[in-house]
């Protein structure tokens, strides 16, 4: 066809049919139904918008749990304090067979628990005069004296036929400057003044909650939270940031296999123990190979047959296809 005969026809006015098209309305209709069905979804499958836990929660709604956790940091005797690579060499962290990164790669985020969750918190603010005689008796004494102090504080806390769980009721004597200092800080969490040190100390801004996020993982606050929000290994639950919709779907490949009794069971011994104990390393690894496989699908004999094997394409395609095209 000819350069003149297609303008002709394109210039020609419409002799078809016509009906009437108010596109502003269905503009708003549709804006109105995708609104209604963002706000319907997001109450329904939305992350619930949690104010923050701090410290200061923390200290007010369990002081309890709170001064045994500062006293286990000072024993160092609490996860943080056994936890090893990357933030101490107090264990050797998971395996995947022989393989023991966290071992193998060291020390990159050094955390001193007793120092850097309880006595330089303390140390940051002028004190009353007894608090700051049990910081320089801590600060005197040898590392053996200093565990046999805390240790001795947190067995007496525990003590079933004592003080059960509650650091008020403990009495004797042989703890040392623990109680001053577990109290100290209890007061300080307790202001408010415990979490803005924590979280930057020295920097107007900071991205890093580590220690935070250890701190009170020593503790029942934060699993008793992750608990309420159905956020345990064993529980379906995923959680955004506070304040954002949805959660994190992103997480589903993560989180689905935490999901399996085989990583989440109470077993003391057996494969469901050891992947139970090495969840994180072992998980991390299956999604990581899936990753893998599905980047490599092209390049896989058998499996990159599987769209011949198997025409859904076809099905999909399926006008195209009854054309008669290959």
Avoid at 5 to 20: N, Y
Avoid at 256 to 262: A, G
């Amino acid at each position: 066809m000819s350069t003149n005969a297609q303008r002709d026809i394109e210039t020609r006015p419409w002799s078809g049919p016509t009906r009437h098209y108010d596109i502003v309305k269905e503009g708003v209709i549709a804006l109105i139904v995708v609104t209604m069905l963002v706000l319907l979804l997001a109450a329904r499958f939305g992350s619930p918008d949690v104010p923050a836990l701090t410290f200061k929660g923390w200290a007010t709604a369990d002081p309890a749990d709170f001064v045994t956790t500062a006293a286990g940091e000072l024993a160092g005797t609490t996860e943080s304090a056994g936890y090893g690579g990357p933030y101490n060499k107090g264990g050797d962290g998971q395996n995947l067979g022989p393989l023991r990164p966290a071992k193998t790669i060291g020390v990159t985020i050094p955390v001193d628990p007793a120092n850097d969750f309880v006595i330089t918190p303390l140390r940051t603010q002028n004190q009353p005069a007894q608090v700051e005689r049990a910081l320089e008796k801590w600060s005197k004494a040898s590392t053996g004296q200093q565990s046999s102090w805390a240790k001795a504080y947190t067995d007496a806390i525990a003590d079933p036929k004592g003080a059960n769980g509650d650091p008020s009721k403990v009495s004797g004597r042989g703890f040392g400057p623990v109680p001053e200092l577990s109290n100290a800080l209890l007061a300080m969490a307790q202001s408010g003044a415990l979490d803005g040190i924590l979280d930057a100390p020295g920097r107007f801004y900071s991205t890093d909650n580590t220690k935070q996020i250890l701190f009170m993982g020593d503790g029942g606050y934060l699993d008793a939270a992750g608990t309420k929000y159905h956020l345990q290994g064993n529980q379906w639950g995923m959680i955004n940031e506070t304040g954002n919709y949805p959660g994190q779907q992103w997480l589903i490949p993560v989180s689905f296999w935490y999901q399996l009794p085989i990583f989440n069971s109470n077993a003391e011994s057996g494969l469901a123990a050891t992947l139970t104990a090495n969840g994180d390393i072992v998980i991390l690894s299956i999604v990581g190979l899936l990753a893998l496989l599905f980047l490599l699908l092209p390049f896989i004999p058998g499996l990159r047959s599987i769209p011949r094997l198997i025409p859904i394409h076809r099905l999909i395609w399926r006008s195209y296809y009854r054309k008669g095209k290959r």
